[in-house]
């Protein structure tokens, strides 16, 4: 959906090139194999380096990007989530990715006690998964995961109302 695309443009990944390997995660003592493949993945590389990866049918590194600090997450979130909305919108989309990219973004709000994201990135990262969760309601139109991707848009929606007095997911 364009005005998806726009809204993605416009308010994900408007820094510079992540160059310094130093300044993508915040080392704390977790997840540290995670951090030190985020650090050989996204080093130097930028966003759309990263889009190319995914529409190339490249690693997902999802484990990795929802380990990387606030600033890194949400430069890099534009790739996935411009990704996200590709594979939604195809004729043959890319369930794997779908749930697995759903998946993390719950991953992200539990990791983080709530969205990293400014309120209008979480808006519109919410717009999205309620998109995919109507998407997998809809016959036949994801072949193999309709279920599991209803299931972990609602865990995403769950877990980001522990964190916020607006309850989300009521759409469901």
Same mark, same amino acid.
């Given at each position: 959906?364009?005005?998806?695309?726009?809204?993605? #443009?416009? @308010?994900?990944?408007?820094?510079?090139?992540?160059? @310094?390997?130093?300044?993508?995660? !915040?080392?704390?003592?977790?997840?540290?194999?995670?951090?030190?493949?985020?650090?050989? =993945?996204?080093?130097?590389? !930028?966003? !759309?380096?990263? /889009?190319?990866?995914?529409?190339?049918?490249?690693?997902?590194?999802?484990?990795?990007?929802?380990?990387?600090?606030?600033?890194? /997450?949400?430069?890099?979130?534009?790739?996935?989530?411009?990704?996200?909305?590709?594979?939604? $919108?195809?004729?043959?989309? $890319?369930?794997?990715?779908?749930?697995?990219?759903?998946?993390? /973004? =719950?991953?992200?709000?539990?990791?983080?006690?709530?969205?990293?994201? #400014?309120?209008?990135?979480?808006?519109?990262?919410?717009d999205l998964v309620l998109y995919a969760v109507q998407k997998a309601k809809t016959v036949k139109y994801f072949e193999y995961f309709s279920e599991d991707i209803?299931?972990?848009?609602?865990?995403?929606? @769950?877990? /980001?109302?522990?964190?916020?007095?607006?309850?989300?997911?009521?759409?469901?």
């Amino acid at each position: 959906m364009p005005e998806f695309l726009t809204k993605i #443009t416009s @308010n994900f990944g408007n820094t510079k090139i992540l160059t @310094n390997k130093d300044s993508l995660v !915040d080392w704390d003592g977790y997840d540290e194999l995670d951090k030190k493949g985020a650090i050989k =993945y996204f080093s130097r590389k !930028d966003r !759309d380096n990263v /889009l190319n990866h995914l529409r190339e049918g490249g690693a997902y590194y999802l484990e990795e990007w929802c380990v990387l600090n606030k600033v890194a /997450l949400s430069y890099c979130a534009y790739a996935y989530l411009k990704h996200f909305i590709e594979t939604l $919108d195809s004729e043959e989309p $890319d369930e794997e990715f779908v749930i697995f990219f759903i998946a993390q /973004l =719950y991953q992200v709000v539990y990791m983080h006690k709530g969205s990293p994201f #400014t309120s209008i990135q979480t808006e519109i990262i919410k717009d999205l998964v309620l998109y995919a969760v109507q998407k997998a309601k809809t016959v036949k139109y994801f072949e193999y995961f309709s279920e599991d991707i209803s299931e972990n848009g609602q865990q995403f929606f @769950n877990e /980001l109302s522990k964190y916020s007095s607006v309850v989300y997911g009521t759409e469901y």
